[in-house]
Nanobody, 116 residues
Framework: QVQLVESGGGLVQPGGSLRLSCAASGSIFSINAMGWYRQAPGKQGELVALISNIDKTLYADSVKGRFTISRDNAKNTVYLQMNSLKPGDTAVYYC??????????WGQGTQVTVSS
């Protein structure tokens, strides 16, 4: 089994930056890819960024050029560096691990609020 623990959310002004972290533990060798999703109030959840186990990345159009996903294999941690934040980025951000067979593991979520 895989467990995911997120950290790094908070309140930031428009134009500011935050870095989210997701620490994985358990059977991490079986993870195919890891990513970040977000869900804003009243909106459908959406993929923000994804990084595969061969470091191929994928971003939502809305965050390209502003967000960067990366990972530190020694720490079993995936990061989401978020720059030039906008009020529209306000959401609960969830770390996700994609497992063999198509199943997903989710973290508990961390709130990101962009407001002046």
């Amino acid at each position: 089994q895989v467990q995911l623990v997120e950290s790094g959310g908070g309140l930031v002004q428009p134009g500011g930056s935050l870095r989210l972290s997701c620490a994985a533990s358990g059977s991490i060798f079986s993870i195919n890819a890891m990513g970040w999703y977000r869900q804003a109030p009243g909106k459908q959840g959406e993929l923000v960024a994804l990084i595969s186990n061969i470091d191929k990345t994928l971003y939502a159009d809305s965050v390209k050029g502003r967000f960067t996903i990366s990972r530190d294999n020694a720490k079993n941690t995936v990061y989401l560096q978020m720059n030039s934040l906008k009020p529209g980025d306000t959401a609960v951000y969830y770390c996700n691990a994609k497992m063999p067979g198509g199943s997903d593991i989710w973290g508990q979520g961390t709130q990101v609020t962009v407001s002046s």
